[in-house]
Structure formats: structure tokens, C-alpha cells
DNA sequence: GTCAACGCTTACGTAAACGTCAACCTTGAC
DNA sequence: GTCAAGGTTGACGTTTACGTAAGCGTTGAC
């Protein structure tokens, strides 16, 4: 009876898919009750198709290239609303490139803004080496720099 | 009477600040609010000095290379309440190498998305190369990424 | 005298993406 | 019987940096 998991019958509980891809439970209700989702009943459980977990997958990667769910939406609306693979792709595209040139953009305002911040640390460091070159920050500086890259691979390994 | 304006004494009306920084009445009170500024009063209205003004050019700066107001005030307040200088310059010079440090971290997540993007700009253009190439967008999205960058030098210059 | 311009305070509204209860149902194990 | 595990539906809370009135006082121009 238990037919093979891998089948394309296959349904998920709400906790697996939130296992599989690390979200919450509280989270995909939310994207239900934004129209991203639309998983079957069974009674009142959610119970989730292939294809549900298809849209989840394209709804994180949305996210993840910074997309807001209403973007994710527009865009999964188009998969749905119409028959014309094409036409749909075309908007798809236009929308990324979009998407890429807001985010180059985002990265030249982070430059901006690291160019800004080492001018000021620098000097403040050549004032700071003039009149209290002990206070200088330097091997425990690294230290903590490392300490929040390891925060930073924990918090990727989800916790 | 009327004392060089370039003077000191000199002070400036909440109208006069937010000209010449464009910003606006209910930031600076705002920020006010928050403790970051302190203006005198003439009655009920605020009087900004040059020390005030000088901090507002501190926030803005700050907000620029992306601290949030409570940070701000952070470093705001290490040079009010001492006057050991050098103290407060080595504190600053670390909260600024983590801003650094937490931009750059960001910036590889752009770069990561902008990857991600890419892929996927590439598999959608191939695949409509292949069925549709009437579809692909080409002047026209040049055309538009030209009015992105006009829409942002706008912004720039204050609307 | 009256209208606009500027200022003030108080306070609710906004956007995004959920987190965090509360209160309840159901099913299986023991 | 009852307890835990997992599900459900509201619905309010969180955060940030203000925007946007509402309602009122003051001052200067005409």
C-alpha cells in the first residue's frame, strides 16, 4: 500500500516540506494566505503535491535572489494563468534582469559605503596610532572577524 | 546685529537643516525623539546650534553607510559622555570594521543572487531562443535599463 | 482681518515576513 | 483514561524609520 516515496503521487505533510527546506510551519500558511500556496485538504490538514513542492522550491529561490513574495507571486501567476510557455518565460526573463540590475546597483551603494567607512577608519586609526597607539584593535580584532564568520556558517547550517 | 552667518553662534531652524541635508521636519524630530539630537527651544521652537548641526551630518553619514539609528546613537553618545577621545575613537574604529565586514558579507550575498540570477536568465533565454526568439528582449531592454539608471541619478539629486 | 507659511504635539498608519501565543481537535501509544 | 505529538485557525506583536493627518499657535504680507 505504502507506495514508493519518490513517486510523483507522493504528498507531504506541512512538517516535511518544512524539514526538507528548513522553513516553518508558520511561514508556508503565510505564503498560503498570500496565494503562493494552494495545497489540498485533507479534513482540515494541508497536504502537499509534487507540484506544491515545486512552487515552495521557486518561492525560497525567490527569495533568496531577493525577490518579495508579491514579485514571487506575479511571477508563479504567470506559470498558472496561461497556456503560453513563451510569453511567460519572455516576463520571467524581463523580470530577472530586472531583479539583477537593482541588485548591481544595491552593490555599488554598498561600495559607495565601504569606500566612505575606510576613509573614516582610516582615520581614525592614524589619529588613534598619534595619541593612543595601544588602544589600536589588531589581533583581536581577526579574532572576532573570524568568531562572525563561524556565526555565519552555523547560522547557514540552520542553527 | 545680524552676525556673519558663517559664525558659530549661528544657529538654524529645523526648515533650514532639512534644506540644506534633505531631510525633512518629521526625521530630525524624529531623531530627536529617538535621543540623537538635542536642539535648544525659543519658545517651543527648536534652535539647532553648530554642534547640533554637526551631529545631524554624523546621523546622515551613518545612515549612509547603513547603521540603524539605535547604532548611531551608540556612537553618538561615546562622545558625549567622556572625554577620553581616544576611548571612544577606538570603539567607533571597531563598530565600523564590523559595518565593513557585515557589507562585504553582503555583498557576497548580492553576488551570490546575481549568480543565481544569471543561471536562470541564461536557461530562459536559450529556451526561448529556441522556441520563441521573437520574444527575446534586446534594444528594448537596453532601452530600459537606461531609464533605470536616468530614475536613479533622479533620486540622487533629490527628485 | 485674514490667509499662507511655518512651527508645535499627539498619535495612528505603513510595509515585510513572519514569530508567538491562545485555544482547540485528533490520533496513537501506553 | 490520558498524555504527547502534530495539526488547525485566529489574531496580536515585532522591527525600522519615518509619513500623514488632526488640531492648534504665531507671525508676516497684503
Not at 524539514?19 to 485538504?41: H, I, M, Q, S, V
Not at 508563479?76 to 523580470?95: I, P, T, V
Not at 569606500?115 to 598619534?130: G, H
Not at 584593535?137 to 556565526?151: F, G, N, V
Amino acid at each position: 500500500m505504502a507506495a514508493d516515496l519518490r513517486r510523483p503521487e507522493r504528498t507531504f505533510s506541512i512538517r516535511q516540506l518544512c524539514n526538507e527546506f528548513k522553513a516553518t510551519p508558520r511561514a508556508l500558511r503565510f505564503y498560503e494566505d498570500k496565494g503562493l500556496l494552494t495545497p489540498a485538504r485533507e479534513g482540515l490538514n494541508r497536504v502537499y503535491s509534487h507540484k506544491d513542492r515545486v512552487r515552495l522550491q521557486l518561492i525560497l529561490r525567490g527569495k533568496r535572489v531577493g525577490l518579495s513574495l508579491s514579485e514571487i507571486r506575479e511571477l508563479l501567476d504567470l506559470y498558472d494563468e496561461n497556456d503560453d510557455g513563451a510569453a511567460q518565460m519572455a516576463r520571467s526573463l524581463k523580470k530577472f534582469r530586472e531583479r539583477a540590475s537593482a541588485l548591481e546597483q544595491q552593490r555599488e551603494d554598498i561600495d559607495g559605503a565601504l569606500i566612505e567607512l575606510r576613509e573614516a577608519c582610516d582615520r581614525l586609526e592614524k589619529r588613534l596610532a598619534e595619541i593612543r597607539p595601544d588602544l589600536l584593535p589588531r589581533s583581536a580584532d581577526y579574532e572576532q572577524l573570524l568568531r562572525a564568520r563561524l556565526d555565519g556558517a552555523e547560522m547557514a547550517l540552520g542553527k
